[in-house]
C-alpha cells in the first residue's frame, strides 16, 4: 500500500514517562493494523483469516492479543509502522513511515471519539454491562450467542452499528459482513475502543497530536 519513504508525524509536547513511550506505540500499531486490514486493497483476501474473528473464541484477554498479533504479522513489511526520527522536545515529533492512508483514518477514529466521547463511553458501558449482566464476558462467543434472546441479539446488532458509526471505522461495512456472530463482533469492536480511547487521551491532555 504505501510508496517508498511515505512518513507520517505524531507531534508530541508535554513531559513523557517510559511508559507512555510504550504504551502510545503499542496502542496505535494495534489500530495501525486494523484498519489497514479494512482498507488495503488487497485487504479482503489477504486478511481473510484473520478477519474471521467468529473464530476466535473471545474469551477474556487471551483471544483480543493473538487478534492483533496476527493482524500486525499479516501487514505487509514495507508497510509496517516503522520510527524514521524522534526529537523529544516542546514541541516535539514521531516520524514514522507507514501507510499514510491508515494514519489518516486513525486521526479521523481519534477525532470523533474526542467529539463524540460522552455518547461511546455512554454506550460502552450500557454494553458491557449487557454482556456482564448475562455472564458473557468469559463465554466463548459460539456458545453466547446461542444464550441470547432475539431482543438481545437486536440490542447487540444496533449497538454494533452505532459503535461503528461513532467511531467512524473505515469499511465498516466489510467488517460486520464478515461474521454473522454479534457477540464477536461486539467484542472485537469493544476492544478497538478500548485501544482509541489510549491514543485519545493523549490527544485530550496535549501529549500528542495525531
Not at 474469551?59 to 483480543?64: D, H, K, M, Q, Y
Amino acid at each position: 500500500m504505501a510508496e517508498e519513504w511515505e512518513t507520517y508525524k505524531i507531534f508530541l509536547d508535554g513531559e513523557w514517562s517510559l511508559a507512555e513511550f510504550y504504551e502510545l506505540p503499542h496502542a496505535y500499531s494495534q489500530v495501525y493494523a486494523f484498519v489497514y486490514a479494512l482498507e488495503s486493497p488487497d485487504g479482503i483476501e489477504d486478511y481473510g483469516a484473520v478477519l474471521r474473528y467468529a473464530d476466535y473464541p473471545w474469551r477474556g484477554g487471551f483471544s483480543s492479543f493473538n487478534f492483533y498479533r496476527q493482524l500486525q504479522e499479516a501487514v505487509p513489511g514495507e508497510d509496517r509502522p516503522r520510527i524514521i526520527s524522534i526529537q523529544y522536545a516542546s514541541p516535539g515529533w514521531m516520524e514514522l513511515s507507514l501507510a499514510v492512508g491508515a494514519a489518516l483514518s486513525i486521526r479521523t477514529i481519534i477525532k470523533a471519539f474526542i467529539a463524540s466521547a460522552s455518547e461511546l463511553d455512554s454506550l460502552y458501558h450500557k454494553i458491557y454491562k449487557n454482556i456482564h449482566d448475562r455472564r458473557l464476558m468469559n463465554v466463548e462467543a459460539r456458545q453466547a450467542v446461542l444464550k441470547l434472546k432475539d431482543e438481545e441479539l437486536r440490542f447487540l446488532e444496533g449497538s454494533i452499528k452505532r459503535l461503528a458509526r461513532l467511531l467512524k471505522i473505515p469499511a465498516s461495512e466489510v467488517l460486520l459482513a464478515q461474521s454473522e456472530n454479534p457477540v464477536a463482533r461486539i467484542k472485537m469492536l469493544l476492544s478497538l475502543f478500548r485501544r482509541v480511547e489510549t491514543l485519545a487521551e493523549y490527544e485530550k491532555k496535549g501529549k500528542a497530536q495525531f
